[in-house]
Every structure is written in C-alpha cells, then in structure tokens.
C-alpha cells in the first residue's frame, strides 16, 4: 500500500447513539489530513432521516444496532466509484459495526479495517450490569420484547430511562441475535484488522478477557497506546494514527 495517494480513501463510523463531529473523529480526520490522507466521516441514521449531534432519548426509538453495517455497505458502494482502496475505521460500538459489515459484506476494495476500542459484550457481564443499573431483570424485558414485534414497548435502553422503543431495536442492543462481542467476530475475520486499545480504557477489560478467541488469526494486529483512555484524546489521537499509517505501510 502507497499512503498517501489520491486514490485511497479512509471512511470512519462514529460509536453508541453518536456523530461524525465528535471529538475522537474530527481528529482523526484532521491528523490524516495533515498526513495527506483522504476521509469521509459518516452518520449512521440510527432511525432518523438527515439525523446530526448525538441521538437523545426522545422517543420513541428505532435505533437498531444490527442496521449498521448495511448502512456501512451503501457508502462503501458510493466511495469505491471514486476510489480504488477504502480503508473502514470504527470506534467504539462503530467498530463492532464494521467487523459485523465485514462479515456480511466481503467488498474487495475495502482492504483494511481499523476497530478502536471496539466494543465487547460477555452476555452474563451483560445482564448483571442492567440488574444493577436499572433494578429489573434483562431476560423479563427481553422477553416482553419478543412477545410484541413489530411493536413498542417501554423499556431502559443504554443511558435512557422508561422510553418507548421499538421491540426489535430494543433486542439489537441487548439480545445474542446480533453479534455484539467483537473479539468473536475476529476469531474468523478473513481481512487486515488492526484493533486499537488504550491501557486506561475500563471498557477494553472485556476485550483483554477474550483475547484467546482470536490469538491464532494472522489477520489480527494489535495496538495498545499507554495511558489512553476509550477516547484517545489531545496526543493520544496523534500516537493512534502514527501508529495506524505504520502498520498499513507494513
């Protein structure tokens, strides 16, 4: 790979309910424009047409998680008409997306991805902490959402209390239908991913955890920058995309 060309192009997927002016992606795409480098930073419409800033609790919701990566295939199909390599970076829950649009979408001229702090989710972990956040069962809930698709319920969902949400987005974000936990998703990926983590960062505990599910793929390369935190900010972003650039010239 030649860095630095016209022809390559970086495309970068925001994490949870967020947008592509957040902190974390106006500087990667500043540093890769100082590098000399093209991006294109996306929002992901989470049920809202035109939708811009962070998604709120408005309801109701029909956020669905496992809507991503189709959402991600469409831009890559508008990108690769202009350009001959795409380079897919996600962070946060994003980069579970894009190892989940990876998986359903095997685009040739996508030759990289890139998954910072990508999000993990142990089931157990999963329903422990809705228990202890909200003081209700997760499986009860789960399963008022499953008796009514198609329908709306009113439920906790992430950092929103007693909102009204459609059954089906509600299951996206805490059933096993969608497959939420990365480190599974790159036991079998079959393209260069480079996984990015910072040693202060809580949220990578359930990543380090799993590491032996993917530890003998050859397509996995991993990055920890010491004394970041999830969101890689001031010098930790410049530490990010140095390293980044590095291992696409490998």
Known sequence: MKMGSSRIIFLIVHGTWAHSGMEIITSLQS???????NSLAINLSLGISDRHGFMTCDPPVFANHGDAPAEINRWVDY??????????????????????????????EVSHLVLIAPMSWIEEEGIRDYQEKYGKSLQDVMAIAR??????????????????????????YYSSETNRNTPELLHSIDRSV??????????????????ELFSDNPNVYEIWIDGSDHFFRDLYADELVEQMLEWLQR
């Open 147 to 172: 008796r009514n698709p198609g329908k709306a319920i009113t439920a906790d969902l992430l950092n929103c209390h007693n909102i009204e949400v459609s059954a089906e987005s509600f299951l996206s």
């Open 31 to 37: 540093l890769l424009a100082e590098s000399g480098e």
């Open 79 to 108: 990108l690769k008409n202009e350009w001959d390599e795409i380079i897919v970076i996600g962070h946060s829950r994003g980069g579970n997306q894009v190892a989940l649009f990876n998986q359903a979408f095997p685009t040739p």
């Open 194 to 211: 480079l996984v990015v983590q910072g040693t202060e960062d809580n949220l990578a505990d359930a990543y380090k955890a799993q590491t």
